[in-house]
């Protein structure tokens, strides 16, 4: 098994496959913030009580999660996800 921080961010998710599931993002220090197109709440997901509540396994990718979702704010379904990796300098450093 290869450590996590012997990758980089992008050699990392690209050795993920076809997709992501929720512990691989977390791993990677990877954020998703869900936006709503009806009121504009953005907030970042926190990943870790999805794993708790879905499971490390479940699919993160936009079409598994998305129809998940509802704005905490208006109630609105209609989402867009934001995946971000961790670019802050420490995590840089790690990766390289």
Known sequence: MVEV?????????????????LQELIDAGMAITAGCLDCRHSPELDLSALRDRLGPDASVMEWDLRPKMKCAI???????????????????????
């Open 5 to 21: 921080a012997a990758l980089s961010p992008a050699a990392y998710i690209a050795g993920m496959g076809n997709t992501w599931t």
């Open 74 to 96: 208006c109630g609105g379904k209609r989402v867009a996800l934001i995946y971000t990796p961790d670019t802050t300098p420490t995590a840089h450093r790690k990766s390289k």
